[in-house]
Structure formats: C-alpha cells, structure tokens
C-alpha cells in the first residue's frame, strides 16, 4: 500500500508537472511539496483539496492512489441534466394536477348542486377521466 507522499509523487509526475509548477498551483511552497512526497509531514484537508484540484482526482484517489480514468471527477455535473429534467417533469405533473382541479372540482360541484340525476356519478367519471388522459398525453409528448 502506498502513501499519500508516494501517491502525490505519482499522480504529479504523471501529468508532467515539476515540484515548482505543482507548488505554483497548488499555492504552497516548493519545500512543502517535497516534504509531502517524503512523507516527513501530510497535507492538512484544506491543502489536500487544492491537491485534488490541481491533479483532478477526488480525496479518495488521492488516498488510495487509484485513478479511473474512465469515470469523470465532476460526475455530478451529469447528474444534475437528469435532476433538472426529473425536476421539470415533475412540477408540470404537479401544475397540470393543480390546473385539472381548478377545473375539476368546480365542475363537479356545479354538476352535484345543479341537478340531482342517475347520470350525474357517470358525467363526473367521465371529466375524471378526460383530466387524467389530458395528464398522460402531456408526459407522453413530454418523453
């Protein structure tokens, strides 16, 4: 298993930086670099995230000196369209359940105040169904 010295080492000479540009980056100085990769101090949080950032890895690759070069670091960036679009599509259901009652419930009130007939249960089935099919078309053009 190897040290965090050891990993910073790598991942830096990897990407061909010299301790004095990494040091330049990272905002430390040269002699705290070296001190680092001979594992003589570690880095304190705050410095082991502008480490991160300058050799974009997480903290946990840093620390196991594993990196995936196939998974994005900013892997939350791809989540955040489908949080979006999960976000829209849910506040049009919501706002079209808000507007179909609007309708709805004034409709069938009048309807069971109006007139008191045998059709008067089939007319409010009928309107229920008319919101919830209106509903499923929008998501299906939605999608």
Known sequence: MSTIGENIKKLRKDRNMTQTAFAEI???NRTIISRWENDLTVPSLPQAQKICAALNVS?????RGEVDETV???SRDVNKDQRRE???????IVLAGMIGIWGFVPGVYAL???ARQRMRGYIIFTDL???INSICLMIEKRY
């Open 112 to 114: 069971y105040t109006a």
């Open 59 to 63: 903290l946990d690759q840093l620390a």
């Open 26 to 28: 990272t905002g430390e």
């Open 86 to 92: 999960y976000f829209e599509v849910t506040a049009f």
């Open 129 to 131: 169904l008319i919101v």
């Open 72 to 74: 994005p670091l900013k």
